[in-house]
């Protein structure tokens, strides 16, 4: 098994590329640190019992990862990859059942403009952030305010607020007129 490392726009996290699905079409999952994982995925525990890992993104066919500003990627690449290559050629699952990501409910009467925002995020947004190592996810609409959290490099990248407010919320005022601003959620 091969796997590729990128580097991301956020100099404290890399980008892993086993070459292969890591969550699929399950979404994405980010702990923030080695408290959010809670037993929900063995491949994260495995990476954070690596001294200098502080934060793990699972994305689709990528696992992101963010060191401590106390250690340099020299130190860490090898053993991040030593622990992913272990995980899959055992052929381990990445998350236990049924983890998933949770948004707000939606009111019916906007219903039809949810779809049109997350159809805007999946074929617009979401392949742009995956390239750098992260993903946008929905978590909610009310009152013309969409709320969505940066996850994985781009939750830590100084540029994620001005790519928010700049990038996603022009183009999804552009597109759908009831909008009126995007929040980030934590």
């Known amino acids: 098994m091969f796997i590729e490392t990128e580097g991301t726009p956020n100099p404290a996290t890399l980008k892993f590329l086993p070459g292969r ?39 689709n066919d990528f696992v992101s990862v963010t060191k401590a500003d106390t ?20 052929g381990r699952p990445v998350v236990a059942e049924g983890v ?16 049109q925002i997350k159809d805007l995020l999946d074929t617009r947004v979401r392949p742009a952030v995956a390239g750098d190592g992260g993903d946008i996810v929905f978590r909610g609409y009310r009152n013309g305010v969409v709320r969505l959290t940066m996850q994985g490099a781009c939750s830590g990248c100084p540029s994620s607020r001005a790519t928010l407010k700049h990038g996603v919320e022009n183009m999804l005022r552009h ?8 929040e980030q959620v934590d």
């Open 21 to 59: 699905a890591v969550m699929g079409d399950a979404g994405t999952i980010d702990f923030i640190d080695a408290d959010a994982v809670g037993g929900r995925s063995a491949l994260a525990e495995a990476l954070f019992a690596i001294p200098g890992v502080s934060r793990v993104f699972l994305g």
């Open 71 to 90: 250690v340099e990627w020299d130190e860490l690449r090898g053993q991040v990859l030593s622990t992913l290559m272990d995980h899959f050629v055992a």
């Open 100 to 115: 998933g990501v949770t948004e707000e409910a939606i009111a019916p009467e906007d219903a039809e403009i949810v779809v």
């Open 175 to 182: 597109y759908v007129p009831e909008v009126v601003s995007v």
